[in-house]
T-cell receptor
């Protein structure tokens, strides 16, 4: 079964607008961590934001915030005030318990229009 | 800043060749990983290593092996390359703390003809 599901293969957003990228996850472990990465066309994977399952607050990092809904098992990434440089593929990932492995979703391509 | 360096950006190999993909990290990280990335499938874990000479299979280890003789270096080996191993290969490292992110190299795009 898929551990991480990203249902939006591609999205378009107007510059300066906000965009929400969906991510749902599947785990029975009460302890887990959720990560979002950005991959521009150049190929490098850039870590954006982390949310722990026991964190009380939704994570924020600059223009990135995580809408963490534990009961729904969703961890949507919100990018505010989109910039042209935000055009990239975005991956949601999860690590369960004390494990080493990070499981990734299929990714969502975001294209920011001027 | 953590630096993870993959030795080749692009590689073209023939079916049946033995292929080595090298990865070096400079931050004394305990854990190192090899993923492959294919469109629509995201990143899938091939192998990881949590210490020198220690390795564990990931989700898709068939057709691959790895070597970690030194802490900073993690090699992925394709014993006999096949066309279905044409892919982007990403190496990563991390400290081993539970909430630590993976730090990735720039990737190696391997084409097997």
């Amino acid at each position: 079964a898929q551990k991480i599901t990203q249902t939006q293969p591609g999205m378009f957003v107007q510059e300066k607008e906000a965009v929400t990228l969906d991510c749902t996850y599947d785990t029975s472990d009460p302890s887990y961590g959720l990560f979002w990465y950005k991959q521009p066309s150049s190929g490098e994977m850039i870590f954006l934001i982390y949310q722990g399952s026991y964190d009380q607050q939704n994570a924020t990092e600059g223009r990135y915030s995580l809408n963490f809904q534990k009961a729904r098992k969703s961890a949507n990434l919100v990018i505010s005030a989109s910039q042209l440089g935000d055009s990239a593929m975005y991956f949601c990932a999860m690590r369960e318990g004390q494990g080493y492995k990070l499981s990734f979703g299929a990714g969502t391509t975001v294209t920011v229009r001027a | 800043d953590v630096k993870v360096t993959q030795s080749s950006r692009y590689l073209v190999k023939r079916t049946g060749e033995k292929v080595f993909l090298e990865c070096v990290q400079d931050m004394d990280h305990e854990n190192m990983f090899w993923y492959r990335q294919d469109p629509g499938l995201g990143l899938r874990l091939i192998y990881f290593s949590y210490d020198v000479k220690m390795k564990e299979k990931g989700d898709i280890p068939e057709g691959y092996s790895v070597s970690r003789e030194k802490k900073e270096r993690f090699s992925l080996i394709l014993e006999s390359a096949s066309t279905n191993q044409t892919s982007m290969y990403l190496c990563a490292s991390e400290t081993g703390d539970n909430n630590s992110p993976l730090h990735f190299g720039n990737g190696t795009r391997l084409t097997v003809t």
